[in-house]
């Protein structure tokens, strides 16, 4: 399917604008031997060939990613009746790697929070929001898409809890 044509079915079914744009940036990085070859000859091992040429030069999330809207435009396609299968539901997606990231010591988080808060050397006012954005990041565990995402209704006072439900992603229009 065209990148294009996918973008304005996306559109026109509904999707948020982050939808829109994160559909039209997958189309775009699936490989060019998928285009000419018929949908109804497309096979799993197809596929395979194509997430394995993509691993080569991309993040194994990026390739589930593509490979989970590559199996909705399919799917799309059969309800469509442009083939009779989908082909991506017996294809393999890479398996997940966990980074091995270790957390700040927990000594070390005041120490960062006061480091951030602190008046610079170059004479420029401390930096409040970056010492904000430190401890609760430390307090929740979210990541940094999943702060700027946060709004204050995902704060429960009563419960002294945060929901992390969203995440901010830049497009075309500033969110």
Known sequence: MPDAYVVLHCKRIGRTQSTVESCGHTAARLPPTLGPTPLSTQTPRDLDTSYGDLAERLADDTVRQT???????????????????????????????????????????????????APRKDGADDDVVMAMAIASAA?????????????????????????????????????
Do not use: Y
């Open 67 to 117: 490979r989970a809207v590559l199996t909705a435009a399919l799917e799309q396609a059969v309800e469509w009746g442009w083939t009779t299968d989908n082909p991506a539901t017996g294809a393999t997606a890479p398996g997940r790697h966990t980074p091995k990231r270790r957390a700040l010591p927990l000594p070390d988080v005041p120490k960062t929070i006061a480091a951030a808060s």
């Open 139 to 175: 307090l929740t565990g979210a990541r940094r898409g999943e702060l700027r995402g946060m709004k204050w209704s995902d704060f429960d006072p009563a419960t002294c809890s945060t929901t992390v439900e969203r995440k901010w992603v830049r497009g075309k229009g500033g969110q």
